[in-house]
């Protein structure tokens, strides 16, 4: 499986869409980091990870969870960005406005799965049909 499908994954799987899953490549880690302002244990995080188990993404066997990117402070975005980056993860999970723009200034080639408000009203993208660049989410 190629990133941009484990992307569209991702963001079918915390829209609870039903996603049609092609088989996994054997062997496969995949790497989700994360930029949240909010602690992991919140319900909404706690259901985006139930829902990567259920879709055969599970912690400890085929995911490997950035668990430092939860609870962070605004002023530590900026540097864990660059970190997450630097690790190679596959997806970057970033929610609310400052944690995606963090992403957006990290890098411009791993994909971003943002949660906001406004992804259009505050020019993460361009478009939600046709995002363009790495950027995309809800």
């Known amino acids: 499986m190629r990133r941009r499908e484990f992307i569209t994954l991702l963001g079918g799987a915390a829209a609870v869409w039903p996603v049609a899953m092609r088989a996994q490549e054997r062997g496969r880690i995949y790497r989700l980091g994360a930029l949240q302002l909010s602690p ?11 829902e990567l188990q259920r879709l055969g993404f599970i912690e400890g066997q085929n995911l490997v969870v950035d668990e430092r990117g939860y609870g962070l402070h605004v002023e530590q975005l900026a540097d864990h960005a660059a970190e997450i980056v630097r690790a190679q993860v596959d997806v ?7 944690p995606i723009r963090a992403a957006q200034q990290a890098t ?10 406004d992804m259009l009203g505050s020019k993460f993208v361009s478009s939600l049909a046709k995002p363009g660049g790495n950027t995309t989410g809800v």
Not at 40 to 50: C, D, I, K, T
Not at 108 to 117: A, K, M, Q
Request: glycine share 8%; aromatic share 10%; hydrophobic share 45%.
């Open 40 to 50: 992991r244990s919140l319900p909404n995080h706690v259901a985006f990870y139930a």
């Open 108 to 117: 411009t080639t791993i994909p971003i799965l943002g949660f906001t408000d």
């Open 92 to 98: 970057i999970l970033a929610t609310g406005d400052l």
